[in-house]
């Protein structure tokens, strides 16, 4: 198993960037695929970007363009490079690792992005 565990997280202004990471602690790193989801006070969580094990990514259509997941196997960790944040990206964004029926979550990290 894995155990992800997210930092990077902060206050920021509207415009400003922001990279979150993930280490993953655990074996087998590389054979899981990877994703950042967020929770806003309220709302449920949402995917906000993936990268699967071969390297291939998806985004939530809120955040094309603006955010990057990458990963670097060799670490043991997934990035989350978000540019040109706005107020409404504000929320607690979990890692997750996911293979087969195996699923494991971070204790997630809060990113808030005001004036």
């Known amino acids: 198993q894995v155990q992800p565990v997210e930092s990077g997280g902060g206050l920021v202004q509207p415009g400003e960037s922001l990279r979150l990471s993930c280490a993953a602690s655990?074996?087998?790193?590389?054979?899981?695929?990877m994703a950042w989801y967020r929770q806003a006070p309220g709302k449920q969580r949402e995917l906000v970007a993936a990268?699967?094990?071969?390297?291939?990514?998806n985004y939530a259509d809120s955040v094309k363009g603006r955010f990057t997941i990458s990963r670097d196997n060799a670490k043991t960790t997934v990035y989350l490079q978000m540019d040109s944040l706005k107020p409404e990206d504000t929320a607690v964004y979990y890692c997750?690792?996911?293979?087969?029926?195996?699923?494991?979550w971070g204790q997630g990290t809060q990113v808030t992005v005001s004036s």
């Open positions: 655990g074996s087998a790193f590389s054979l899981y695929a």
């Open positions: 997750n690792a996911k293979r087969l029926m195996w699923s494991y």
């Open positions: 990268v699967t094990a071969g390297g291939s990514t």
